[in-house]
């Protein structure tokens, strides 16, 4: 029996449907720290600063927003296509190798040449970029495919 590590294609609907959410309260967050609201609760910090295991007064805002960024990718990313096959999943695999390349090469770039505060920034992104290559690069590739006509 073969097994599967995907959701369901509804899954994919769901997460573009969050994504672009996420995604503008992450753009207007980084270039200009606005944040659309203030959730301040108590929150359960496991290492903060020099402590262990304290409950604290934080803003939940961030960690909202890369939670959803997270799972809205995860979703994208994980989903059927409503016509699944072999050769899909092939498509699957080359973009999957290809954006961990591509974002590993890049954070190789950014530790030689980038430093301070700014290097933080990217590696922050760079656990983003991955997922968004990949929905870039099976997109376009899945494109080609249908557009040639060979998944009939």
Do not use: H
């Not at 969050?18 to 301040?40: D, K, N």
């Not at 929150?43 to 295991?53: C, E, G, M, P």
């Not at 190789?108 to 929905?135: D, E, P």
């Amino acid at each position: 029996m073969k097994q599967t590590y995907l959701f369901p294609p509804v899954f994919k609907r769901i997460g573009w449907i969050i994504f672009p959410l996420f995604l503008i309260m992450g753009v207007a967050f980084l270039f200009s720290e606005y944040s659309f609201f203030e959730l301040e609760c108590k929150v359960l910090a496991i290492i903060n600063d020099d402590s262990y295991f304290e409950v604290m007064q934080d803003d939940i805002y961030e960690e909202i927003m890369i939670v959803g960024l997270i799972v809205s990718m995860i979703f994208i990313v994980f989903s059927k296509e409503k016509d699944e096959d072999e050769y899909i999943a092939q498509i699957r695999m080359y973009s999957l190798v290809w954006s961990i390349l591509i974002g590993s090469a890049l954070l190789l770039l950014a530790t030689v040449f980038v430093y301070g505060l700014y290097y933080m920034t990217v590696a922050f992104l760079n656990m983003f970029l991955i997922l968004f290559l990949f929905v870039i690069k099976f997109n376009i590739e899945l494109y080609k495919f249908r557009r040639t006509g060979r998944d009939q």
